[in-house]
C-alpha cells in the first residue's frame, strides 16, 4: 500500500507540531501508543556507550562485545556463561527502573484517556511505570520470562528469583552450574521468551493480550483516534508503524503522530492527519506536558 519513496518527512515549525499534537491529545476519543526501542533509548536504556561499558566490561574486554544487543547473540562456549551474560542484562533492563522519568511523563500526559499499548520493546518499563497491564501487549517477548528451548510446551516462566540469583553468585563471567534453568517438562535447557526464530512461545497471556488490543481497536473503529508512534525503527515495521498507517488511511476521524529523532516521516497519502516530530521523546514531552499545566 504504501512505498518508500512516497514518505515525507514533515518540515512545519517545532512549536506548532507540538501544539497540534497537543490538541489531537485534547479531543481525540482514544490513544493508541506503538512504542519501540527508541522511546526506551529516551529513558535511558541504552544498549551500548558508557552504560554497556559499565555493565559489561569483563565481557567486553574478554569476548570482544561492544554492546548488548550483539551480546544476546554471541556463541557462548558454555551455559554458564551465557547465564552470567543474560542475567546481567535482564536484570538491568528488566528489573531496574530507566533512568529518566520518560515513560512516567508519558503516562501522565495521557491520564484520564482510553489507551492501549502495543510495543516490541521487552523490559517491562510500561508497568513499572504505573500503565495498566491490561492495556499493554507485549508482541516481541519478556526479559521477565523463560520458556522451553525446544519448546516440548507452549508455556513462559517468571525469571526473577533466578536472575537476582545469577547475578549475585556468579564469578568471573560464569554462574554456578546448579543454577542453569532447564524445562520442568523435558529437561532441556530454558532460553529467553524473545522473538528472534520460530520457536517463540505465545503463551496463553501473550494470546490475552492480543485480544484485548483488538477489541480496543473494535471498539474504537471510526472515532477520532490517536496513533501515537513513539521511537519505532524500520527493523520490524510490519507490527507497529505500517498497520498504525493503515488505520489512520482508512479512519478519516484518526491521527498518526510519529516522535523519533531523526527518523520522522509519513506517507504522502497521510500528510494531512499526521505530526511528524524529529527530536528527543523526552524533551517532547516536557513540552505536551507544560502545556497539558496550564490549561
Known amino acids: 500500500m ?29 490513544v493508541v501508543i506503538g512504542a519501540g526501542a527508541g522511546l526506551s533509548a529516551a529513558a535511558g536504556l541504552t544498549y ?40 546481567r542484562q535482564i536484570l538491568i533492563n528488566r528489573y531496574e527502573k530507566a533512568p529518566k522519568p520518560v515513560y512516567e511523563e508519558l503516562l501522565q500526559l495521557i491520564s ?42 507452549q508455556a513462559t516462566y517468571d525469571n526473577e528469583e533466578m536472575v537476582r540469583r545469577m547475578a549475585a553468585e556468579q564469578k568471573e563471567m560464569r554462574i554456578p552450574s546448579a543454577l542453569v534453568p532447564r524445562c520442568p517438562k523435558c ?3 530454558m532460553t529467553m521468551n524473545l522473538r528472534v526464530d520460530n520457536t517463540f ?3 496463553r497471556d501473550w494470546y490475552a493480550a492480543a485480544g484485548r488490543y483488538e477489541d480496543f481497536l473494535r471498539r474504537h473503529r471510526g472515532l ?25 488511511l482508512q479512519n478519516q476521524n484518526a491521527v498518526y503522530a510519529c516522535i523519533n529523532q531523526g527518523d520522522a516521516y509519513v506517507p504522502k497519502e497521510l500528510l494531512s492527519r499526521s505530526i511528524c516530530i524529529d527530536g528527543d521523546i523526552g524533551a517532547v514531552l516536557d513540552r505536551l506536558l507544560a502545556g497539558k499545566s496550564s490549561r
Open 2 to 30: 504504501f512505498l518508500k519513496t512516497l514518505t515525507q518527512t514533515s518540515t512545519a515549525d517545532f512549536s506548532s507540531l507540538i501544539e497540534q499534537l497537543r490538541e489531537s491529545l485534547h479531543t481525540a476519543d482514544a
Open 48 to 87: 551500548s556507550g558508557e552504560r554497556f561499558t559499565r555493565h559489561f566490561s569483563d565481557f567486553q574486554s574478554h569476548y570482544g562485545i561492544q554492546d548488548m544487543y550483539s551480546g544476546g547473540f554471541y556463541p557462548f562456549d558454555t551455559l554458564e556463561e551465557y547465564w552470567a551474560w543474560w542475567s
Open 112 to 153: 484520564g484517556r482510553d489507551y492501549f499499548v502495543l510495543t516490541t520493546n521487552v523490559d517491562h518499563q510500561f508497568q513499572m511505570a504505573g500503565f495498566d497491564k491490561k492495556r499493554l501487549f507485549y508482541t516481541q517477548g519478556d526479559y521477565g520470562l523463560w520458556q522451553c528451548s525446544a519448546p516440548c510446551h
Open 187 to 189: 529437561g532441556r535447557p
Open 201 to 203: 512461545v505465545q503463551d
Open 224 to 248: 477520532r483516534v490517536l496513533f501515537l508512534e513513539l521511537g519505532v525503527g524500520g527493523n520490524t515495521p510490519v507490527i507497529i508503524k505500517y498497520p498504525f498507517w493503515r488505520m489512520t
